[in-house]
């Protein structure tokens, strides 16, 4: 039975509950099953930092579990744990919480745990991550095995500009994360703590390329218009992640998540 993101979920009495793909989930045996039909591994890279003061400190983390989650519900495909930490440049003390590795660390990191799971026959390796800083994205970019493949998504890579009013490679904390969150957990959102703050490309660009290691004076950490977010829009953001994903993980169209 499906269910609207962010409500309790409730089954029928003796309703078979939805199979779960998550390694976390399953015994050995069943793992080794599932590789034999299907080679490949979701590995969910999350990060734990500040994202204004009306949004969690696992914003990225959040996101990212969800989609991979459902991602790997539609194609049948194995979940990895979501790894909670990515790489958050040095200087983040003004914003109590936020912590992270560096991006060889996390490299390191990486490259152990995928050599391991490919001992047990993965072929290809599917790391997803909604943490757009680019030191980050180089970590997973440069993460390889021995023979399998590597395929990094960044979620907000994704065309969503037709469902929202601003781009989401030059917001932080704006419209698209608090949507997506207003959608899937809306009882971590503090809306009356949002504060819209308008940043020029080229400061927003060095924010994302590391260069800085926090939003420019006068941002309480948000970059964009959370004002313009709304669940709806959250919704649609979410059936697009999906969807593209699961369509680029089967090779063929699917239809739009049932979420």
């Not at 409730?10 to 039909?37: F, I, M, Y």
């Not at 949507?179 to 927003?204: E, G």
Request: proline share 8%; net charge neutral.
């Amino acid at each position: 039975m499906q269910i609207e993101a962010g409500s309790r979920e409730t089954r029928k009495v003796g309703e078979e509950p939805e199979r779960s793909w998550s390694l976390s989930h399953l015994p050995w045996p069943e793992v080794g099953r599932a590789l034999a039909r299907n080679p490949r591994l979701i590995v969910p890279v999350g990060s734990l930092a500040q994202h204004g003061p009306h949004l969690p400190l696992g914003t990225n983390t959040y996101i990212t579990h969800r989609v991979a989650e459902t991602v790997s519900t539609e194609c049948r495909t194995l979940l990895a744990p979501t790894l909670e930490y990515g790489v958050v440049k040095p200087g983040t003390e003004p914003y109590a919480g936020s912590t992270g590795v560096r991006r060889k660390t996390l490299h390191r990191a990486l490259n152990e745990i995928l050599g391991h799971w490919e001992d047990h026959g993965i072929q290809e390796f599917i790391l997803m991550t909604a943490h757009q800083q680019e030191p980050h994205l180089d970590a997973l970019l440069m993460a390889m095995s021995s023979s399998a493949t590597t395929t990094v998504f960044n979620l907000f890579t994704i065309d969503t500009d037709d469902l929202l009013e601003a781009s989401p490679l030059s917001e932080h904390g704006g419209e698209l994360e608090t949507s997506l969150m207003l959608f899937l957990a809306p009882d971590r959102v503090r809306m009356d703590q949002a504060a819209d703050f308008q940043v020029d490309p080229r400061t927003y660009r060095k924010y994302a390329q590391g260069r800085v290691a926090t939003p420019p004076p006068g941002s309480r950490g948000t970059l964009g218009f959370p004002s313009r977010a709304n669940a709806a829009k959250g919704k649609a953001v979410f059936r697009r992640y999906v969807g593209t994903l699961s369509e680029a993980l089967l090779g063929e169209p699917h239809p739009p998540a049932r979420v």
